[in-house]
């Protein structure tokens, strides 16, 4: 079992149900007291080992440490590492869930041009029907000096000093 998408969490409960299952199913189980010792951790490293080899690979580095360990851990300490390392993570970096979402646009030909002048050298042949000024509508503004406003033309600023 490995796991996935999975949050360690309920990997590691998944794994210890699957492993209660399997110990209601064993019918071996050694009568000498040193023997069973023996075989219970035997059955506790065999674990570690599932319970690693599942893990996600950003666990790799934290693995190897665990497994690094002497005296080798048993199955809760090396899930307490695995979860130790997982908070540290989400504290330093939180996770980016990345908004989905798509931009189009569509280039479309003015809605009328009978009322356009086209220039043929010009490379923006728009012209504001308006004003009679090319590269602008009376929509866009565009770098006309005179802002249009309805049938209002307001006169900007930087042009006020001429009227005086």
């Known amino acids: 079992m490995s796991q996935g998408g999975l949050s360690l969490a309920i990997y590691y409960s998944n794994l210890s149900h699957l492993w209660h299952q399997l110990d209601a199913y064993r019918t071996h189980r050694p009568s000498i007291p040193t023997k ?5 951790k035997n059955i506790e490293k065999e674990r570690v ?12 580095q934290v693995r190897v440490q665990v497994l690094g360990r002497d005296p080798f851990p048993t199955l809760e300490k090396a899930y307490n590492l695995i979860q130790h390392e997982e908070r540290r993570r989400n504290c330093m970096m939180p996770a980016v869930h990345p908004v989905r979402s798509a931009l189009a646009t569509m280039s479309r030909p003015p809605t009328t041009t009978s009322d356009l002048k086209l220039y043929p050298t010009d490379k923006n042949p728009v012209v504001c029907d308006y004003c009679g000024k090319p590269r602008h509508t009376r929509a866009t503004y565009g770098s006309c000096m005179v802002a249009h406003l309805g049938d209002e033309v307001v006169i900007p600023l930087q042009d006020a000093h001429r009227l005086i």
């Open 36 to 40: 069973l010792v023996t075989f219970q």
């Open 49 to 60: 080992y599932d319970f690693l080899a599942g893990l996600n690979p950003y666990y790799n």
